[in-house]
């Protein structure tokens, strides 16, 4: 079964300030994962996949197979990163398109 | 373009009443997704379609009912609402299917079932 697990329900920093948000998953095939993002009062939208290779608003996620890990990471965090964040993952050699979603991490960026 | 869109946006329904929750798309979108989010969780996927005519079940189907009978439209049916089936439930559509295609999602509708 595919799971993904977002541990921090909610993260708070200092803008400037580094942020790492954390995504583990659980799957025995060969996953694809992706970051998507909900800003307040908008709709859930796509960040960044790990198959484009790509920065997105200053983010970037790194696909760790041994660590089955998929982190988002930005070296100084702004006000306007303030959003929930969740972590998904789909199968990316089958004909099963479903996404799963890790319960979603809420990022504040203060002042 | 107005992307995906859905109606209503809130709904209050008793116990046993059923509905539908209406969503379109005019990206001429192939792929159509109906997910539901209870509090605190992850967006889990009910139904899902890969065009007209042709629909599939997903990770929790059980007490909704999907068709597809244009390429624009995909409306969740829920019969006999119960208030496990408070939600927000969010549609979503995509080109293909796969990784390679970005699913753009609705705005939800929040349904609370008591």
């Known amino acids: 079964a595919q799971r993904v697990t977002q541990p921090e329900k909610l993260l708070s920093v200092f803008k400037g300030a580094p942020v790492e948000l954390k995504c583990n998953y659980s799957y025995s095939g060969s996953p694809e994962l992706f970051w998507y993002v909900q800003y307040s009062r908008q709709r859930l939208q796509l960040l960044l996949r790990?198959?484009s290779r790509e920065s997105i608003k200053g983010f970037t996620a790194d696909l760790n197979k041994g660590e089955t890990s998929f982190h988002l990471k930005k070296p100084f965090a702004q006000e306007e990163d303030s959003a929930m964040y969740y972590c998904?993952?789909?199968?990316?050699?089958?004909?099963?398109?479903?996404?799963?979603f890790g319960k979603g991490t809420l990022l504040t960026v203060n002042p | 373009n107005a992307g995906v869109t859905q109606t209503p946006k809130f709904r209050i329904l008793k116990i046993g009443q059923s509905m539908t929750l209406q969503c379109a798309q005019d990206?001429?979108?192939?792929?159509m997704y109906w997910y539901r989010q209870d509090p605190g969780m992850g967006l889990k996927l009910i139904y899902y379609s890969v065009g007209a005519g042709i629909t599939d079940k997903g990770e929790v189907p059980n007490g909704y009912n999907v068709s597809r009978s244009t390429t624009e439209d995909f409306p969740l049916r829920l019969e006999l609402a119960a208030p496990s089936q408070t939600s927000v439930y969010f549609c979503?559509?995509?080109?293909?299917?796969?990784?390679?295609?970005?699913?753009?999602f609705g705005p939800g509708t929040r349904l609370t079932v008591t």
């Open positions: 990206m001429n979108h192939n792929y």
């Open positions: 998904a993952l789909m199968d990316s050699g089958g004909s099963n398109y479903k996404l799963t």
């Open positions: 790990h198959i």
């Open positions: 979503a559509s995509s080109y293909g299917g796969g990784v390679s295609y970005e699913q753009y």
